[in-house]
């Protein structure tokens, strides 16, 4: 099992330009997260899902989008960059949630310019 | 004030050393999680805990859930165990939601 994959794994941006960071689980998790790591923070949740066809906002949803239309797959959006959004992210799934063990993804470095 | 509060910031030790990591939190909660972050990026789970006390390897974890404090201790610890360290906790009235420590940065020098 490739346990939870994610692509790219860094990427230049330039202010404004749109791009899709996808995230990919093989253990059939019902449950997956997007996160934000900025220096010297915990992991911030950005978007959450709680099954197929299903998203919900987490404590720092502005300027980002998501879907959910495999089980397997959860993409995030960024329509606009901005400089903030400069940060490492990363996608976690877990089986179901209350507080169950996530499985992180190795992370992806974005750079805005 | 953060809801879940790690000390120390940065740990520095000698091969061979003890090593404690606390976590304190100030809301009820169902579970705590320890993770490890390596220094390539990758985050892994290292223990859940509820109650009590847990070991892996040289790795133990105990918590207190009257005192809202977790420990995590490494034991004969070694350069490998260099990582951050970071402690989450799961709210009573949270389905989904964990709040994340800042993590402990931990060096073992040989």
């Known amino acids: 099992n490739a346990g939870v994959t994610q692509t790219p794994k860094f990427r230049v941006l330039k202010t404004g330009q749109s791009m899709t960071l996808l995230c990919a689980q093989d253990?059939?998790?019902?449950?997956m997260y997007w996160y934000r790591q900025d220096p010297g923070m915990g992991l911030r949740l950005i978007h959450y899902s709680v099954g197929e066809g299903t998203t919900a906002k987490g404590e720092v949803p502005d300027g980002y989008n998501v879907s959910r239309l495999k089980k397997q797959n959860f993409l995030l959006g960024l329509e606009s960059a901005a400089p903030s959004q400069t940060s490492v992210y990363f996608c976690?799934?877990?089986?179901?949630?209350?507080?169950?063990?996530?499985?992180f993804g190795p992370g992806t470095r974005l750079l805005v310019l | 004030k953060n809801e879940v509060e790690q000390s120390p910031q940065n740990l520095t030790a000698q091969e061979g050393e003890f090593i404690t990591i606390n976590c304190s939190y100030s809301?009820?909660?169902?579970?705590l999680h320890w993770l490890q972050q390596h220094p390539g990026g990758g985050i892994v789970s290292l223990f859940m805990?509820?109650?009590?006390?847990k070991k892996h390897g040289r790795l133990i974890a105990t918590i207190n859930i009257q005192e809202k404090h977790s420990s995590l201790h490494i034991t004969a610890s070694h350069p490998r165990d260099s990582a951050v360290y970071i402690c989450?906790?799961?709210?009573?009235?949270?389905?989904?939601?964990?709040?994340w420590g800042a993590g402990t940065k931990l060096i073992i020098k040989p």
């Open positions: 805990l509820s109650s009590g006390k």
């Open positions: 809301v009820g909660i169902s579970a």
């Open positions: 253990m059939n998790h019902e449950y």
């Open positions: 989450a906790v799961c709210p009573m009235d949270s389905n989904y939601q964990l709040i």
């Open positions: 976690a799934s877990s089986y179901i949630s209350r507080g169950e063990t996530q499985y």
